[in-house]
């Protein structure tokens, strides 16, 4: 059994201009002891997806379909009280922006510790020891201090750790891991990415990693799913993803990543969907350089094969390899 | 050789007490001097925590250093009121929730018809029927580039990106990239980058600085402190960069303990986790010597390497 299994899971905002499917029909799995990367344009649904998967889509989102099966259990079919056991312990997040996640008034040592209360009811006292050493383990200097610091007096990657700290607490099965690293340097990022590792070596925890950076993506996850406009465009192993892209949206992906000095970046042309008005037939249509006549008509669909699959009209007859 | 220096920080500090009564400090920017000239892109890089949004803030009139002055053009603070702006990084602490797009990217400017502002957001790649939305709306991305679009629609002459794509994906940061080495041509567009993406301050910045621990450890072009760092930091944050940027001749492998902050090393900051570190770099500290004429360094064995 697979431990994380979603199901052509669906989630829209209703909002008075109308209606923004922002996530629209993803499956994916985890295996136990994996590592999964999502990555994808700006606004094509990541942390949609990311807080459906723990229920934490709030209004104007509702999730509208599918089904998040953890350990086999439908997480959307439990009751609040159940789902509210099961988030933080046994799935727990990162979430991209820090700063709307850690509450101003309290230090950042009794947020983290309130994490072990709720879950275990310990002595917020003899806690300390444990936030400490938690603060060491993700890089914060003068942690015995910084326990006691206010999110404000803390630098934007210093939040993020904080954050990471946080989920990591109580050895959660599954870890969902929004843009963890985008604020650290270089240095910073691989000694927490060495940490996860570790974890991941030590009891098999399994990480869902949002990033924008295939590079770091690469560094970490085992498999790879690409969005674009809610939908997941594109599956594989990392290395045959970022080596052999087949979407022409992971192409262009793959290729804005190319640095040169002084040059002009590679851009995908065209501007992002409209979500509100998404195009019909394939929905990269209208920015696409290998789109055909047919690909206004395009029923998206999933071309699989054993290692993973491609959502495009070019794939159809043909049968990626 | 003579630069004219459009902002300049000289010998700044920043300290954030701990306490009210002062004992103890976070020495956050503790003497620091960095310089931009016109039209040109200064990136400064280094560790989470080392002081970089902080002078930035201090860069931007934001907050006042405890010591040493900021000169806009060689002139003190009050000239520069409106031609500095600074981007976050952070946008949602910089967005206020309860305002239309239209009205945060029209604040700050002359004008405010709908047409400009649609224009500001078509030039970041949003879409201009976005006007009417909150910035809760909004994606990380697309929030970020509403900042961006209401920097630039207020035509400063210095702007301070804090971070200001590492948010978004790798097309929009290539639009945003563009755009912003777009604008320098055309309008002279003086940047300081906030930056820890090593692969993007190698692509569009002029000059970088380096920093550690609340001091510049090195500073120079980007390409000569790229291809010949001098700084066993440096050398550190470039071996373990993912991006495709030039390998340093020598690699300095993660090691040792962090620096406090509040109690930093004695000597050389980063000698807890220097590979070369020397009995001197414990009792001496020191000082930015110069290489060539514009590339300097913080390490007693700079000549070595
Ligand atoms: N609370 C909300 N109300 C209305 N629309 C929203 C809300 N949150 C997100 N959206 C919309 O849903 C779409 C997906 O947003 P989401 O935040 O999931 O994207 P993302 O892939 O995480 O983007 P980024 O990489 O920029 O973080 C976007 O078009 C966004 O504008
Ligand atoms: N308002 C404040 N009060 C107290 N301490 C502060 C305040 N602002 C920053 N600091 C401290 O100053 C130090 C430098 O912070 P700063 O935000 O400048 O770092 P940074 O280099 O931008 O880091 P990052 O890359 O993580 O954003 C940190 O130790 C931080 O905790
Ligand atoms: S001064 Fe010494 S400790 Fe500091 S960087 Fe140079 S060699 Fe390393
Ligand atoms: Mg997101
Ligand atoms: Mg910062």
């Known amino acids: 059994m697979k431990l994380l299994e979603v199901e052509d899971l669906s989630v829209e905002y209703h909002l008075p201009q109308g209606k923004v499917k922002a996530v629209d029909e993803v499956s994916l799995t985890i295996d136990k002891g994996e590592v999964v990367g999502v990555v994808g344009e700006s606004g094509s649904g990541k942390s949609t997806l990311a807080h459906a998967v723990i229920r934490l889509v709030r209004p104007p989102g509702k999730i509208v379909g599918g089904r998040v099966l953890f350990n086999g259990q439908d997480l959307l079919k439990l009751n609040d009280e159940d789902i509210r056991k099961i988030r933080g312990k046994e799935i727990s997040m990162i979430f991209q922006d820090p700063s709307s996640y850690l509450n101003p008034v309290y230090p950042v040592g009794f947020q983290i510790a309130e994490v072990y209360e709720a879950h275990n009811n310990t002595n917020m006292k003899e806690l300390n020891g444990e936030v400490v050493s938690l603060l060491k383990k993700v890089r914060i200097t003068d942690s015995e201090v910084r326990v006691g610091s206010y999110p404000y007096e803390l630098s934007g990657g210093m939040k993020q750790r904080i954050l990471i700290a946080m989920a990591i607490a109580l050895k959660p099965k599954l870890l969902i891991a929004d843009e963890p690293t985008s604020a650290l340097d270089t240095t910073i990022q691989a000694e927490i990415l060495s940490l996860l590792n570790e974890l991941k070596e030590e009891y098999g925890l399994s990480i869902l990693f949002i990033s924008h950076d295939i590079g770091v993506v690469s560094k970490i996850a085992d498999r790879m799913i690409v969005m674009y406009a809610g939908k997941v465009v594109e599956e594989g192993p990392v290395r045959r993803i970022v080596e052999e892209p087949l979407h022409p949206y992971t192409k262009a992906l793959v290729l804005a990543t190319k640095t040169a000095r002084k040059k002009k970046l590679f851009s995908i042309p065209g501007t992002p969907p409209d979500m509100f008005n998404l195009p019909k037939g394939c929905t990269f249509y209208p920015r696409c350089p290998y789109a055909k006549e047919t690909c206004k008509e395009w029923n998206y669909k999933m071309i699989r094969d054993h290692e993973g699959g491609v959502a495009c009209a070019i794939y159809e007859n043909t049968g990626s390899s | ?305």
């Open chain 2, 1 to 305: 050789m003579q630069f004219m220096k459009i902002l300049e920080a000289v010998n700044v500090h920043k300290y954030f007490p701990l306490d009210i009564f002062g004992r103890k400090k976070i020495r956050a920017v503790d003497d620091v001097s960095v310089y931009v000239t016109p039209s040109e892109t200064l990136a400064i890089v280094g560790e989470s925590g080392s002081g970089k949004t902080t002078l930035g803030r201090i860069l931007s009139g934001l907050i006042k250093p405890d010591k040493g002055k900021i000169l806009y053009k060689g002139y003190g603070f009050n000239g520069f009121h409106g031609k500095v702006q600074m981007v976050f990084q952070n946008p949602d602490s910089s967005l206020d929730p309860s305002w239309q797009i239209y009205d945060i990217v029209s604040e700050a400017t002359n004008n405010k018809s709908l047409e400009s502002v649609a224009e500001a957001l078509e030039t970041v790649g949003l879409n201009p029927a976005y006007v009417t939305k909150y910035p809760y709306e909004l994606s990380g991305g697309e929030k970020q580039r509403v900042a961006i679009a209401r920097a630039i629609a207020t035509e400063p002459e210095v702007i301070i990106l804090d971070e200001p794509v590492s948010a978004l994906d790798a097309s929009i940061r290539a639009q945003i990239l563009n755009l912003l080495l777009d604008l320098q041509e055309k309008k002279g567009y003086t940047y300081v980058l906030i930056d820890h993406d090593l692969g993007r301050v190698w692509h569009i910045s002029d000059r970088v600085v380096v920093m550690y621990a609340g001091k510049v450890v090195e500073e120079g072009k980007t390409e000569e402190v790229f291809q010949n760092p001098k700084h066993p930091y440096t050398m550190m944050l470039l071996s373990a960069s993912t991006s495709s940027i030039p390998k340093p001749k020598i690699h300095v492998d993660i090691q040792g303990e962090l620096p406090s902050l509040i109690d930093p090393p004695s000597g050389c900051r980063f000698r807890t986790r220097c590979p070369f570190a020397q009995e001197k770099c414990k009792t001496e500290e020191p000082q930015l010597y110069s290489t060539s004429s514009e590339h300097k360094v913080a390490c007693h064995l700079f000549e070595k390497f």
